[in-house]
């Protein structure tokens, strides 16, 4: 089931299983800016990815002495337990409350909470996490938009560029092929702050950054004036992302990251895991801006 809101500028849908924003489109042109989640390709649109991000070595996580086997990106995706909490006529919030099964695979009680506001030409895309359990929490949180490319018809991928807020000097710290972050890296920006789009930039998977200055990315076209800007304040971590023949490019703002080859699978130990005193709530937030 799909829920929509729309406004003056924009009209958005989100799949209640994984809570997925699925649909972006301008109410003044009529575009879409979403990836159509072609099965052939890449079933998604853009998970939403809690507790953990990316990939688990060996596909468990441990914690005071048990294995826990967490999906990949998480319980959250996909998952048909989310519900529908509260619409109005700017916002859509969905939820998901732990549970037996959920118990089973990440040890903690929680109360996971996403919505979707828009304000104007841009969609705020905030998260709410309530540790409901006597213990401290451990958790990473991310986003997963996947944006048409090329948007209009008659443009090529290579058209497109991603231009950062800030001149940029950061490598992406190349995977395993488990999905695992190694620890070689190859260096993508010098001294500049545009990283122009090609297919082969993502035949080796992800580009991960750990150490970006910017907090803004936007996805531009040389041959045609839209622009979608994701605003990441709140997220330290920053992945980009397509399959190497998918008309599409994924922003991924992150508050954690996949494990590292040699992790020694603790959750304690986690790289980028955050931690939640019992009964106190997190909050975090991402934003996406159409302008045409």
Not at 12 to 34: H, N, P, W, Y
Not at 164 to 177: C, G, I, P
Request: proline share 4%.
């Amino acid at each position: 089931m799909e829920y929509s809101i729309e406004n003056e500028f924009l009209r958005i849908a989100v799949r209640q299983a994984g809570a997925e924003l699925c649909r972006i489109q301008s109410k003044v042109t009529g575009t879409d800016f979403m990836w159509n989640a072609d099965p052939d390709v890449w079933p998604s649109y853009a998970p939403v990815l809690f507790p953990v991000i990316g990939a688990i070595k060996n596909g468990f996580v441990r914690y005071n002495g048990k294995d826990y086997a967490v999906p990949r990106h998480g319980i959250v995706r996909n998952n048909p337990e989310v519900t529908l909490v509260e619409q109005t006529g700017s916002s859509l919030t969905f939820g998901l409350k732990s549970s037996e099964q959920t118990m089973k695979i990440y040890p903690f009680a929680f109360d996971f909470q996403v919505t979707y506001r828009l304000e104007e030409q841009r969609i705020m895309v905030s998260h709410k996490i309530v540790n409901k359990g006597d213990n401290e929490m451990l958790f990473s949180l991310g986003g997963h938009p996947a944006f048409k490319c090329p948007v209009q018809e008659g443009e090529n991928y290579s058209d497109y560029y991603l231009e950062f807020e800030a001149v940029e000097n950061d490598s992406t710290w190349l995977l395993t092929k488990d999905g695992l972050v190694g620890n070689e890296t190859k260096k993508i920006f010098d001294n500049t702050n545009v990283l122009h789009l090609d297919h082969h930039l993502f035949d080796s998977d992800a580009l991960i950054f750990k150490h970006l200055v910017s907090k803004q990315v936007s996805l531009r076209s040389t041959k045609s004036a839209q622009v979608v800007t994701v605003r990441f304040d709140d997220f330290p971590y920053l992945g980009i992302w397509a399959k190497p023949k998918g008309d599409f490019v994924c922003i991924e703002p992150w508050l954690g990251i996949a494990d590292s080859a040699d992790s020694d699978q603790n959750f304690e130990t986690k790289e980028g895991i955050l931690q939640l005193a019992a009964g106190e709530t997190f909050r975090a937030s991402f934003s996406i801006e159409i302008n045409e």
